[in-house]
């Protein structure tokens, strides 16, 4: 990890050469690095002329997922943790914060999770912006849940626009080509939204040209009127559901299924069938003021 030569010249060095040689005495050690998607993919073992070797690394990677319950059972936590910090006696749990669950009405823990990307750091900020919406009251209502949604939409589209800048420099002006559209769309209707990215480099002060003229050079090469759809759309489709902007659906009606959910579906649909449905995922569309009925083709 550390370079013994050439000769330690500051007290960085020394401290680093010290922890290494530390180390060696343990006999039984196991190092876990904990890395953010975006930056394992940033190291980019395939490109690099010499060592890196990426499936030396990926067969010793292991994917964290987060089920619905382990969300649920985290929230339970800090709301019993809150309900310690604030000394509510007695201690509130999440179901008695939250609106009643019946028959009528959707159930409000799993509204909230709908709306994230199933990871901690979204329920729990979803969740503390409903709490300040609700302050002053004796529980949350569903009026706060609603007018929560709409500056934690805000927030949400800002983090992923600074999750992906690197490498995806100017991503959420690729973003704002979905204001105002319908949250789920056809093939056909998706087809025009990816065209006006595709011509995002033409503008100088977009700052994303040469990740985003890459993606989208199929679109223009010689030819591309006899290509199939996803030859020409795949790259873009394939960044959008990875980061789960987008999500894959059979058919109007069919539930769309995202990247946490299942990382390989791009390639499981390769070709796309005209049917195919996208759908812009809940957590973003507040924020760029979407529509949720769906565009007549």
Known sequence: LYSLSPPLASPERTWAVTAVVDLQQVKYLKIL?????NIFQQLNYGNQIRGGQEEKFRGLALELRWT????????DARAEAASCFYQIDPPKT????????NKRAENPTLH??????????DAILYLNYCVREATGGERITWENIHRAEKAYSKDRLLALRDEWKDPYLGIDKVFEVFQHKPVRLSRAEITAIFDDIAVLPADKNFIGNQWLTNIC???????SAQKAWYEMYGRLVNLLYSISFIGLAKGPNGRALYSYEDPGLTHLMDGLAENAYFEIHPAFRQALSMTEELALI
């Open 33 to 37: 690095v904990a890395l953010r998607t």
């Open 68 to 75: 619905v319950n382990d969300l649920r059972n985290l929230l």
């Open 94 to 101: 999440l179901s008695e914060m939250l609106p009643n669950v």
């Open 112 to 121: 909230i999770l709908a709306r994230t990307l199933m990871r901690p750091r």
């Open 217 to 223: 050079e199929p679109i223009f090469t010689a030819g």
